[in-house]
């Protein structure tokens, strides 16, 4: 089964990601915030993707991308925030982000989004 870490402060949201993504067999992992997101990517080697958002407390999800990729780690990551501007989606991209969704989201672009960074 894929493991897939969900990164936002919304209780909300992680809980309509996990709706999306439980049924359609994937195990699903939380964190509140980027510095919870990153211990999280530490002790689960085992990750197939991640998805974050941007805006959160204590560390923000560009810092979190920044960290992990700085750690070395490879795990896709797609962000899935309110934000679009251009120059946010650009330094998701640099900092390594595989791709950008916006909130609200369509399950089926959400699922097709995963199944594409997580095929093996």
Do not use: H
């Not at 204590?58 to 810092?63: D, F, V, W």
């Not at 399950?107 to 997580?118: E, G, H, K, N, R």
Request: hydrophobic share 40%; with cysteine.
């Amino acid at each position: 089964m894929k493991k897939i870490l969900i990164v936002d402060d919304s209780e909300t949201v992680r809980q309509q990601v996990r709706s999306a993504l439980t049924p359609a067999g994937y195990d699903i992992l939380e964190a509140s915030d980027g510095i919870e997101g990153l211990q999280m990517i530490r002790s689960n080697s085992d990750l197939s993707a991640i998805l974050c958002d941007v805006n959160m407390p204590n560390m923000n999800g560009l810092e979190m991308i920044a960290n992990a990729k700085t750690e070395g780690v490879l795990t896709p990551i797609i962000m899935l925030t309110s934000e679009g501007q251009p120059s946010l989606i650009r330094r998701a991209r640099e900092s390594g982000a595989k791709g950008w969704i916006m909130k609200p989201f369509k399950v089926q672009f959400l699922l097709s989004a995963i199944d594409q960074v997580t095929a093996s």
